[in-house]
């Protein structure tokens, strides 16, 4: 009888653990039901050039306790209050490389205060993680253009504007919140703990792919075009949508260039 027990208790707890590995995105931050977006949200997405392919809806509590509902498109994290405030874009008819977000970051916004998180709760940055976060805004602030940021350590969520801390999902990734209506950056970038067991330079390049979106870069030929920018559709960029284990976490020339015409 008690051997009986154990393997239902031991059923019972692989049905449970193959559940929380179906879905990547935010399941170790909240439990909410799913929810499917209306066909008048899809198409204003869609007009945003937003990759509508496998959008829902969670309810989603942040590191900094708040909550709030949002539109999941990949690793992108769009507020769904914040929605109807973007303004449509103007279409744009090219096959040219280098993508944007809706909004990008405005003027008055682009001295950023990023925060890698070490508090507890199990979103501390791992030591590789805070090393590939200091590598990857390296990389941003060393363009020439108008955007800075000024990165430090801690717990001190209140005074950052930009927050990169872990979170449990064991499959290699993030996720990221693109720019508001206003023109704030994406406030919070979370990277998934299966980040930590590639090499510093792919936690460089995924932290730095996440970094992108927080600041307007989309996925190549997800977004609005990006005038000015590489021709080439085969042009290498840290925005695709996925990487090899050889990554080296680095901008490449078209990634440069997209992020100088911007600011």
Known sequence: MKKLKLIILCLL???????????????????????EPTQAQLDKLSGLKIDTGNVIIQEIKMLDG?????????DLLISVSDLAKYPEPQSEASTEKQYR????????YRNINILGYTGGGGFALTAKMQTA??????????????????LTF???TGAADMIVYRVNTPS??????????AGQPGRFIRI????????????EHVIGHEIGHAVGLAHPGTGIWIPGTPISPSEPSIMQ?????????ELTPSDKVALNILY
């Open 13 to 35: 707890a692989m049905v449970f653990i193959s559940s929380c590995n179906k879905e990547e995105i935010s399941k170790e931050i909240t439990q909410q039901q799913e929810i």
């Open 66 to 74: 708040s909550k709030e509902s949002y539109f999941i498109a990949n």
């Open 101 to 108: 977000h809706p909004s990008i970051v405005a003027p008055p």
């Open 133 to 150: 976060l200091s590598w990857a805004v390296a990389n941003y602030n060393v363009l020439p253009n108008t955007l800075n940021f000024n």
């Open 154 to 156: 801690g717990t001190n």
């Open 172 to 181: 290699a990734g993030g996720s990221a919140m693109i720019p508001n209506a």
């Open 192 to 203: 998934n703990a299966g980040t930590d067991a590639f090499s510093t330079n792919v936690n």
């Open 241 to 249: 949508p996925s990487f090899p284990a050889s990554a080296d976490g």
